[in-house]
């Protein structure tokens, strides 16, 4: 397994924007799939965002246009840029990863749906949004 640790969350307001970055500590792990996921209370956990090992991406619809996903293996780093948040946005956010994964497979199942095809997973980072 992969080790990932997120960090970038805080709070802001309605409108504002955050960047979330994941470490990951693996060379190996340049090549996996790799997705940003969210949890708020009482809720089941969503995706938010895929990339693949050759960047190309795929996002859940609750985000498309506002947040976007990229990544720099030379860094070992993946990162969420998060525009115009909104107080529904509030969230515990992980980062994911997974081996010999296809992103045709994660958008078949849908992105928000996809947190059981990932194996490895962050602690986590709080993002607040206030109105």
């Known amino acids: 397994q992969v080790i990932l640790v997120e960090s970038g969350g805080g709070s802001v307001q309605s409108g504002g924007s955050l960047r979330l970055s994941c470490t990951f500590s693996r060379l190996s792990a340049s090549r996996y799939c790799m997705g940003w996921f969210r949890q708020a209370p009482g809720k089941e956990r969503e995706g938010v965002a895929v990339?693949?090992?050759?960047?190309?991406?795929s996002y859940a619809d609750s985000v498309k246009g506002r947040f976007t996903i990229s990544r720099d293996n030379a860094k070992f780093t993946m990162y969420l840029q998060m525009n115009s948040l909104k107080p529904e946005d509030t969230a515990m956010y992980y980062c994911?990863?997974?081996?010999?994964?296809?992103?045709?497979?994660?958008?078949?199942?849908?992105?928000?749906?996809?947190?059981?095809?990932?194996?490895?997973w962050g602690q986590g980072t709080q993002v607040t949004v206030s109105s």
């Open positions: 990339i693949d090992n050759v960047g190309f991406e």
């Open positions: 994911a990863a997974q081996p010999q994964l296809r992103l045709t497979a994660v958008q078949a199942r849908g992105v928000a749906s996809s947190k059981d095809l990932f194996g490895s």
